[in-house]
C-alpha cells in the first residue's frame, strides 16, 4: 500500500466529500470526518491496516464550487502540510449552470475550472507525496442529457491536467457508469449526486483501488 505510517491524507471538495463534516476541518474523535467516503476510507484502512496510523482529514465543504474550493485552499489544504491531498470538485461548478441559470456570476465556466483546480495542484505537488484527481460526475447513464454531457467536460479536464501532473487520476463518472449497468442511479443518490451510503462505498472502493489498498492484508505478514 502506498501510505505509510503517520502521513496525513487531507480530502478536498464540496458536499460529496463533507457529509455533515466538522468545518471548516473535521478529522479525529466521533463524526467529526463525516459521513462520506471520507470516512469509509477511513474506516477500511484502520481495519485492515491497524499497524499503520493515518491521519485522515475531512476538507469539504458543502456547495463548494472549484472557485470557492481554491480561495480557501491555502488555509484548509496547504497549511495542513498534507503527504497526500485528495481533490473532488467541480459538480457545483456545473449545476449552477442548469438549477441557476440567470446567475451566472455563480456559475464556473470551463476555462476558470481549469485554471482553479490546476493552481491547486501547483500549490502543493512538489510538497506532497502524491496528488489524487477525482472526476466530478453526474449519475445519469445517458451520456446526452444536457447536464451529464457538460460534466463529461469538466471530467476531461481532470483527465488532462490529471496525465500532464502527474495526478492519480479517479474517473468517478467511469466508476457510476459501470456500476449502473446492474442497478438504477436512484438506490445511491435520488438527485443524481448525493451519494448515501452505498455510492459512498462505491466511492471509497475506487479511491482504495488506487492505493494498492490489499483486502487480504494481515498485520505483521510480508
Known sequence: MIFEHMDRIVFAGDSVTDMESAQPVGEGLFENVGKSYVRIVENMLAAFYPEIYLRVTNSGISGNTSRDLLQRFDRDVVSLKPD???????????????????????????????????????????????????????????????????????????????????????DLQAVFNDYFQYRHSSYIAWDRIHPNQIGATVIARAFLEKCGFDYNHRPGEE
Do not use: H
Request: contains cysteine; charged residues 30%; aromatic residues 12%.
Open 84 to 170: 497526500w491531498v485528495s481533490i473532488c470538485i467541480g459538480i457545483n461548478d456545473v449545476w449552477r449552470q442548469f438549477d441557476s441559470p440567470a446567475i451566472p456570476d455563480e456559475q464556473v465556466s470551463p476555462e476558470e475550472y481549469r485554471s482553479n483546480v490546476e493552481k491547486m495542484i501547483l500549490s502543493v505537488k512538489d510538497n506532497v507525496k502524491g496528488v489524487f484527481l477525482m472526476t466530478p460526475y453526474y449519475m445519469e447513464p445517458n451520456a446526452e442529457d444536457w447536464m451529464r454531457k457538460r460534466m463529461d467536460t469538466y471530467g476531461a479536464i481532470c483527465r488532462e491536467l490529471a496525465e500532464k501532473y502527474g495526478c492519480c487520476f479517479i
